[in-house]
């Protein structure tokens, strides 16, 4: 079963534009992890957040967590074309590395 | 540094038959984890192993799957017999921390 659910499931912009994917999961976790897949390949891992964090930054990605809300948002500034593809979503609990992926939401950004 | 190796990339079958696949972790990590992913959704994890240990395989259909990783380091994943309801994206990933590595994939389509 997936933890995670992803909101909105499919999201298409020009480029420029920002991105904002939401995720909400449903147990306690140790750290959300978000991870970038184009089509056909495999997952890129691309930030990681603690429990303890409530937001964090990696070049043109924003992440921010409230543990209060059981949620996660992954901001993309300036999306490019190259930034096309699904992001998803993962959680870790305490005491494991076990990762529980959301559905995921397709971006597609249009040149 | 290579990456995870995955091999076959494709593989078509017939339901009843066998098929298997392998895998070729990062060099050093012991943590290898094999999951499925069924179209539009996230990876589900199968397998988990800590060097040639399966530390977690509650997840592994075990009348018809199984999972070996020989020395540690390779590993395959098997599917005897195949069912129409095994299609999917096997992808293996492996890790020395809280990053996950993930291979290619390999796309199963059982006819």
């Known amino acids: 079963s997936q933890q995670g659910e992803e909101d909105p499931q499919a999201l298409s912009i020009q480029e420029g534009e920002n991105a904002t994917m939401n995720c909400s999961y449903k147990t306690s976790i140790n750290n959300l992890q978000w991870y970038r897949q184009n089509s056909g390949r495999g997952l890129v891992h691309l930030i990681l957040i603690r429990s303890n964090e409530r937001e964090k930054h990696s070049g043109r990605l924003r992440v921010t967590l409230d543990t209060s809300k059981k949620s996660s948002s992954l901001l993309i500034t300036a999306s490019r074309a190259a930034d096309t593809a699904s992001y998803f979503c993962?959680?870790?609990?305490?005491?494991?590395?076990?990762?529980?992926f959301g559905t995921g939401t397709r971006l597609q950004v249009f040149p | 540094e290579a990456g995870v190796v995955q091999s076959p990339r494709y593989k078509i079958i017939e339901k009843k038959q066998p098929v298997a696949f392998w895998c070729n972790p990062i060099s050093g990590h012991n943590t290898l984890y094999w999951y499925r992913q069924n179209l539009g959704q996230g990876p589900e994890l199968l397998i988990r192993?800590?060097?040639?240990?399966?530390?977690?395989d509650s997840q592994l259909p075990k009348d018809r799957f199984s999972a070996e990783r020989l020395k540690g380091v390779d590993s395959t994943l098997k599917i005897q017999p195949a069912e129409l309801g095994d299609s999917a994206v096997y992808l293996c990933a492996s890790s020395s921390g809280e990053t996950q590595y993930f291979g290619p994939g390999t796309r199963l389509l059982v006819l």
């Open positions: 192993y800590e060097n040639e240990e399966a530390v977690d």
């Open positions: 993962a959680t870790a609990g305490y005491n494991t590395d076990k990762l529980i």
